[in-house]
């Protein structure tokens, strides 16, 4: 069915395009549906076959605009199936084959019998064999005023033929279809990476009807709706996001995060669609539909960013605008002029023209950007880091300076205690397991670094066993309970000067630790004195070091670390993680005019973030980074580069394919132009001939193309 969208009128339609393979198509069809009424604005994804077409008219029109220039077109249903990729055409490969075998044919007659004309007569059988196909394909290229491959290399057989060349008119015709199905095969290799992509789109859920208790039964994954209950049995995809309800499992989410270690999964932990289950049978409550779920909205992502063109993609395409016009002039220059001022024979210059005018083809030129960029984003994603298009890709390679928030960012948002301190007489297993008895019943993050500290000194089961009986939670100030027969308490200042402790004790107790800088401190004792201190901070993310060196050996120019925590903390997160600069106690607005500050010192320059206040500095820097947005829509929507786990080292990989991408497209541009330029002045000087600039012309497009692949192999060092 159509895949649309409605705006007022207006309707957008995917369109997949199976006969759609290179530029030369796109401005086919550009032309063909800019000649339809009702047709607005065209929107081509070349390595998908697909076109995303904005009108006002029917559909069938559009379809049937398609069908008159000979493209069958399908509109694609959802958009997170893939349109399937076909095998390339064979049709090329069996030109090749029957063009082949006629010149061998014509060959062989030609040693046999040199004075026959058996050998010219195979050899005009196949430009007739193989040429009838491009002729017809050229007429219609000129008929919709695209001056594309097609109508260049009509002229030139055509030529060739007349001025009686017809050896190596054949020879063309057999080397183009040769050509023609191997760059097909080889941009088809390029789609199905791509494509590899959406595999991973879940096809059938297995719903429990009735509630946990109730009979199961196979739908489509589309059908799931939120509350659902899932039945995920080992080794199957999940379906949607969901909520485990019951069991445990091990997950792999490589395809969302990258990452190839399984992830364990327990009640009331997220999943996510695509993923798949590992070893343990799972209950889920379904928490969003399939076309809202993460998955889908990366692939969303990812389809958009394919049509966003980094900024020397554009300048190519508009070169190629140029080049062919001017190519086109020159082989007329070349063809009319050198005879009329009697600088050789008719025949001779217009050859020249003719080989002229196979280079006149931009394919390889207009191929060399997207080639890269699109296999650039494939691969980003398939490392887990969500780029919202090539243009953000170039810039996070080009970046100077870098800028970490520090909380959920740099540190991994979660308390651990640091230093458990007692009164006299008192022990630091009595302190904890008294604090951990209280705070069994407690949700908040405190509560869970106590219940770990209590776990790793080995008194998790004591905590257990003495569970608060009578919790009681005194809002802003901390919690409380009875434990083993008397009321214990866990909060700060304000909590324990209201139950009786002199501000002198407090004081003495306090000062110290607010003069170093301690983050948060928690107090804990009875009504009759504090018996001991809870030092917390948040925990360092083990691989943030790395990710600073790493970026250092990138010859980043400056890292700083922008937070709003006291300038002790900061200073010696910043200490613990090589970061020199440490600006602290900032507001969002502070942190917006420090990044102001940086684009203008730096130029280029990355925000790295994860909350919600650090958003207008991601949006004012370069390019804004958002951490762990598997688990957040929003950041997926908003940010520039969304980082689908929290591992920072993502930030200096993304760097690297920034500047891989950048270095092939200029070795691809370098390339195509050097090459043409040779056989532009090669056949103007009459040592080229019509088989070797097609030779040349295709060569280039699959070396562009073959290059470009290598971005999806292991990223090594910037290019």
């Known amino acids: 069915m159509e895949s649309m969208e409605t705006d007022g009128q207006i309707t957008v339609s995917r369109i997949f395009v199976p006969a759609m393979d290179c530029p030369d198509e796109e401005k086919e069809i550009r032309a063909a549906l800019g000649r339809v009424a009702g047709v607005g604005e065209l929107t081509f994804h070349l390595f998908s076959r697909q076109v995303e077409v904005r009108h006002r008219c029917d559909l069938e029109e559009v379809l049937s605009a398609l069908r008159a220039i000979g493209m069958e077109g399908h509109p694609v249903d959802e958009s997170l199936r893939k349109a399937g990729i076909p095998e390339a055409d064979r049709t090329h490969l069996t030109t090749f084959y029957l063009s082949a075998a006629l010149i061998i044919a014509g060959a062989f007659f030609l040693l046999l019998s ?83 992509l959406f595999a991973f789109s879940p096809e059938t859920a297995i719903v429990r009807v009735g509630g946990v208790g109730g009979q199961e039964r196979s739908v489509a994954a589309e059908g799931v709706c939120p509350g659902d209950i899932l039945v995920i049995r080992p080794g199957a995809r999940v379906p949607v996001d969901a909520k485990v309800f019951k069991g445990s499992s091990d997950l792999n989410e490589a395809m969302l995060t990258g990452e190839a270690l399984p992830v364990g999964k327990t009640v009331g932990d997220p999943l996510y669609a695509g993923t798949v289950n590992g070893r343990g049978l799972l209950l889920a409550e379904a928490v969003r539909p399939l076309s809202e779920s993460t998955f889908a909205r990366i692939l969303r992502r990812v389809e958009e960013a394919q049509s966003r063109k980094a900024p020397i993609q554009t300048f190519m395409e508009r070169f190629a605008k140029v080049y062919t016009p001017a190519v086109l002039l020159g082989a007329i220059l070349v063809g009319a002029l050198p005879p009329i001022l009697g600088y050789g024979a008719v025949g001779t210059w217009a050859y020249r023209a003719l080989v002229l005018l196979v280079i006149a083809c931009p394919c390889a030129i207009i191929l060399a950007a997207p080639v890269v960029t699109v296999t650039a984003l494939t691969r980003a994603t398939r490392d887990g880091i969500l780029v919202k298009g090539a243009n953000h890709l170039e810039v996070l390679g080009k970046v100077r300076a870098v800028a970490f928030d520090k909380t959920g960012t740099l540190t991994s948002g979660k308390l651990k205690v640091t230093r458990v301190g007692t009164m006299e007489g008192v022990d630091e297993t009595d302190v904890v397991r008294m604090a951990g008895a209280v705070e069994a019943g407690s949700a908040h993050p405190a509560a869970e670094a106590v219940r770990h500290e209590a776990r790793r000194r080995g008194i998790a089961q004591a905590a257990r066993g003495t569970l608060a009986r009578t919790f009681e939670v005194l809002e802003g100030r901390g919690v409380s309970a009875e434990v083993e027969g008397r009321r214990v308490y866990v909060g700060n200042r304000r909590l324990f000067a209201e139950i009786g402790i002199s501000s002198s004790e407090l004081d003495a107790l306090l000062s110290p630790l607010e003069e170093k800088g301690s983050r948060i401190v928690s107090l804990v004792g009875t009504s009759n004195g504090v018996v001991g201190t809870l030092e917390m901070e948040d925990e360092i993310r083990a691989e943030a070091r790395e990710a600073v060196r790493r970026l250092r050996s990138l010859r980043v120019e400056h890292v700083v670390m922008l937070t709003g925590d006291h300038a002790d903390v900061a200073k010696e997160t910043g200490r613990a993680v090589g970061i020199d600069e440490v600006l602290s106690g900032l507001l969002p607005d502070d942190k917006l005019e420090k990044v102001r500050e940086l684009v203008k010192s730096y130029g280029t320059v990355a925000m790295v973030g994860d909350g919600v206040n650090d958003a207008p500095a991601l949006a004012l820097s370069s390019v804004g980074i958002a951490m762990g947005a598997a688990g957040s829509p929003a950041a997926i929507e908003t940010a520039d580069v969304a980082l689908m786990t929290e591992d920072l080292r993502r930030v200096p990989e993304g760097i690297v394919l920034g500047r891989r991408m950048v270095s092939v497209i200029r070795q691809n541009v370098v390339a195509s132009l050097t090459i043409k330029a040779g056989f532009l002045i090669a056949a103007t000087a009459g040592f080229a001939t019509l088989w070797m600039a097609v030779a040349a012309d295709m060569g280039t497009t699959l070396l562009v193309i073959f290059n470009g692949l290598r971005l999806l192999r292991n990223n090594g060092t910037a290019g």
């Open 114 to 196: 040199p004075g026959t004309p058996w050998g010219d007569g195979f050899f005009l059988v196949a430009v007739l064999a193989g040429g009838a196909g491009i002729a017809v394909r050229g007429a219609r290229e000129i008929r919709n005023r695209s001056l594309g491959m097609n109508a260049l290399m009509t002229v030139s057989i055509g030529g060739a033929t007349l001025m009686g060349e017809w050896a190596e008119a054949g020879v063309v015709v057999t080397l183009f279809a040769l050509a023609n199905y191997l760059e097909a095969r080889s941009l088809d290799h390029a789609r199905k990476a791509v494509a590899d």
